[in-house]
């Protein structure tokens, strides 16, 4: 889970989609929200999956452990349903990484941030205990295998093994010795009565006697191993999985010799992160990234992330390699078997994804939540009801915004969402742009299809935000550097605007102030960041704002109050203000320790979603509302009852603040 969690935070900094995507406001308002008492009245809508990291099962019961919301979801596997969320401080859930399931019923799950191991009953839910103390000597627990009565819990922090009595709970040793080798153990299996452990910072595997816990040997050199990132018992076989140099090594339990090591590009491994046995079968879940930029990142979320190879048990060859178009996968990162169906947790799309362990068919993809947010990244009021895009789900969710309760999902191919990541409501209709380059117009309420706009001549690439000037719709294209107008009575192109004059790098938002269109640009002059203003009437340059005075770093995203434009700096820390009838700065506010990943406008307040940056605490989500009149801050709210989780969106609607949670796979409600 480690590349996991490295690729969450990149792909929150880099490509946090939801910026300005709706243009200019059409709310009124200027109450701010309080936190203290006032947190009674947050809702939590459609919250589900939060970087998915390990999955057991008990018959048909789903147990998913999710890492950022530090809670374990039950779900029915059979129809997708949520049967309970575990998440009660009682049980001291931290970055749950690592579950196994005794056969008792009981679950264990490492608890990576706590130093602490949580035993539940599978059935009820209960709590029978939480393993931790000084005796225990828990430090980063990453890896879980149990071997008879005993649970062995793998501590990457202090390089050690700590064995625990499944019956009572108590220690029954700490394996720790220079003799082991072992270092940064990040995995574990039981195979032929012997532990497993494999090192990560050494690439090697540690065996040690299940019933003595003496050590037996260390396995390095021709085994190949790399960065060991799972592995999986069948026989007496044990196959590893190497994230290193992807590659699967074999090798026979009883007597550690090698049988044989798998890679290259016809093996279909790239990058892998799980495994699972099945019938004659090893599947291997994929997790290959390209170098993270900004143009990869958008890459990334236009695409599915991750594949499923299966190889044959006898021979090691690549039987079928499943991967995109339609299975969802965007970081696969662990693997389950209930029947014949097996399950694949998306740690970066926050889904399961469930294919036929015979056919490799795609069989449904869950997300835990009847809300179906799936990276929520942009949303839209229009009337009384809240429209919200879900990158990663191809769908849009509509909720009545007086009640949160859910309306419909908006999904199927004849709507050609292809990664939607932003809409826009124009009282009547509702315009979804995705990625993929469609734009759907919908009806509002009712969510009915009117049509589907594209360029017919290509020259729209990667639709990204949206903005409205009477009858022309003006849509920024962050692949083709362009901005495309259409009319939106026709759906006709009226032009597409591109050219060095326009200084189109890496476009993010989009909004309009009287006759003019003002576009944000993530890279900018000279890679510094800027904004592009033009005459909406006739395409025509106004001006290029930029400079060292405007602060404009890393600019993601772009909003007005009618006046001025605000721009949020990403690497700087600040939201700069600018006068847009004469594009000379009015102020730049600095954010100490308040990194902005979307922001919207009411009133004389920005509200802006973000992440609080401490050294004591590190980072957290939160939201930030400031008087950008006086430019001074007026509230940090904050708090695990609000259950934000990399805001990507915000919108405001009679008195009531939505937040979308893109990581968190929900929307807070809140009062303003």
């Not at 005794?102 to 599978?122: M, P, Q, R, Y």
């Not at 958008?298 to 995109?324: H, Q």
């Not at 179906?372 to 839209?380: D, G, P, T, Y």
């Not at 430019?631 to 609607?653: C, H, K, R, V």
Request: charged content about 10%.
């Amino acid at each position: 889970m480690r590349k996991v969690l490295s690729v969450l935070v990149v792909v929150a900094s880099l490509a946090t989609v939801g910026l300005g995507a709706v243009g200019s406001p059409s709310w009124a308002g200027s109450r701010v929200a309080q936190q203290g008492s006032g947190s009674s009245t947050v809702q939590v809508l459609g919250w589900g999956f939060a970087t998915p990291s390990a999955l057991v099962h008990l018959g048909a019961d789903l147990f998913v452990a999710n890492e950022s919301s530090n809670s374990i979801m039950e779900v029915n596997a059979n129809t997708g349903q949520r049967i309970r969320v575990i998440s009660s401080p009682a049980y001291d859930f931290a970055g749950p990484s690592a579950m196994v399931l005794d056969d008792t019923g009981d679950i264990f799950v490492a608890n990576s941030e706590a130093d602490s191991v949580t035993e539940l009953a599978a059935v009820t839910g209960q709590l029978i205990r939480v393993i931790a103390g000084s005796q225990f000597k828990l430090a980063g627990p990453t890896g879980l295998a149990i071997i008879g009565t005993n649970l062995f819990v793998l501590n990457s922090f202090s390089n050690s093994v700590t064995e625990v009595d499944t019956v009572t709970g108590s220690l029954v040793a700490v394996i720790k010795s220079s003799r082991y080798k072992l270092s940064t153990p990040s995995v574990a299996a039981s195979c032929a009565g012997s532990l497993f452990v494999g090192n990560a910072s050494l690439n090697s595997v540690t065996v040690i006697d299940g019933t003595t816990g003496d050590f037996v040997r260390t396995l390095s050199g021709a085994y190949r191993f790399n960065d060991p990132s799972s592995m999986v018992a069948f026989d007496d076989d044990l196959f590893v999985a190497n994230e290193g140099n992807s590659s699967i090594t074999e090798l026979n339990c009883v007597t550690g010799d090698l049988v044989r090591n798998v890679s290259g590009a016809a093996s279909g491994i790239a990058d892998p992160t799980a495994l699972l046995v099945s019938g004659n079968s090893l599947f291997v879940a994929n997790f290959p990234i390209p170098p993270l930029t900004l143009a990869s990142t958008a890459s990334m979320l236009a695409t599915e992330l991750g594949s499923v190879a299966e190889l044959s048990l006898a021979t090691g060859g690549l039987e079928s390699l499943l991967k995109a178009p339609g299975y969802g996968f965007q970081g696969p990162s662990a693997l389950v078997q209930i029947g014949p169906r097996v399950f694949v947790a998306n740690a970066v799309g926050n889904t399961i994804t469930e294919i036929n362990s015979s056919s490799g068919a795609f069989e449904q993809l869950l997300v835990g939540s009847a809300y179906q947010f799936n990276e929520a990244v942009s949303m839209a009021i229009s009337g009384d009801d809240l429209f919200v895009a879900n990158a990663l789900g191809n769908t849009v969710t509509e909720l009545d915004a007086s009640s949160g309760s859910l309306v419909q999902v908006i999904h199927g191919a004849q709507y050609g969402f292809d990664t939607p990541d932003a809409v826009l409501a124009d009282g009547s209709d509702i315009f979804v742009a995705s990625l993929g380059g469609n734009i759907t117009e919908l009806s509002s309420p009712s969510g009915a299809l009117v049509r589907v706009i594209k360029d017919p001549t290509g020259k729209s690439p990667g639709p990204y935000a949206l903005s409205l000037s009477g009858d022309d719709l003006f849509v920024v294209n962050r692949f083709g550097n362009s901005v495309t107008e259409f009319d939106v009575t026709s759906g006709a192109v009226v032009q597409v605007i591109s050219g060095a004059i326009y200084q189109f790098d890496s476009p993010d938002a989009v909004a309009i102030v009287g006759n003019d269109v003002f576009v944000s640009n993530v890279e900018g002059l000279n890679g510094s960041g800027s904004v592009t203003e033009f005459d909406a009437s006739t395409g025509a340059i106004v001006r290029i704002i930029s400079g060292a005075a405007f602060d404009l770093s890393l600019p993601l995203g772009l909003v007005t109050n009618g006046t001025d434009l605000f721009v949020p700096q990403f690497l700087n820390n600040a939201i700069t203000e600018i006068d847009a009838a004469s594009g000379t700065l009015v102020k730049v506010i600095k954010l100490p320790s308040f990194v902005v990943t979307s922001l919207t406008v009411d009133g004389n307040y920005l509200f802006a979603g973000g992440l609080q940056v401490s050294k004591s605490e590190g980072m957290s989500s939160a939201v930030a509302v400031f008087n950008y009149v006086t430019g001074s801050l007026q509230q940090m709210i904050t708090g695990s009852s609000y259950s934000f989780d990399e805001p990507s969106a915000l919108a405001i609607n009679d008195a009531t603040l939505f937040v979308a949670n893109e990581l968190g796979g929900s929307v807070t409600v809140l009062p303003t």
